[in-house]
Nanobody, 126 residues
Framework: QVQLVESGGGLVQPGGSLTLSCAAS????????IGWFRQYPGKEREPVSG???????FYTGFAEGRFTASRDDAKNMVYLQMNNLTPEDTAMYLC????????????????????WGQGTQVTVSS
């Protein structure tokens, strides 16, 4: 069993930056693929980024060029650096972990991930 806890959210002005962290416990992350998702109130969660156990990262279109996913397996930590934030980025951000094949092609599918954190709120507003 893997427990995931996100942190780093908060209030930021448009154009600002935040770095989200996801701390894992219960198991090492070195062979897990990690997904970052976000969820608006009353909406389904949507993919933001995926970073495989190999270190290869993938991004949804709105995140590409602005967000950077990274991982530090020795610390059981994953990160999401978010730059040039806009009000549309306001959401609950969640990290998720999963193992198996096909993550390179299907990282964006929530059902690929077995373990989920509770999320950290990001609010972008003036």
């Amino acid at each position: 069993q893997v427990q995931l806890v996100e942190s780093g959210g908060g209030l930021v002005q448009p154009g600002g930056s935040l770095t989200l962290s996801c701390a894992a416990s219960g198991s090492t992350l070195d062979d897990y693929n990690i997904g970052w998702f976000r969820q608006y109130p009353g909406k389904e969660r949507e993919p933001v980024s995926g970073i495989l156990s190999s270190g290869d990262a993938f991004y949804t279109g709105f995140a590409e060029g602005r967000f950077t996913a990274s991982r530090d397996d020795a610390k059981n930590m994953v990160y999401l650096q978010m730059n040039n934030l806009t009000p549309e980025d306001t959401a609950m951000y969640l990290c998720a972990a999963g193992r198996g094949i096909g993550f390179g092609a299907y990282w964006y599918r929530p059902l690929k991930y077995r373990y989920w954190g509770q999320g950290t709120q990001v609010t972008v507003s003036s």
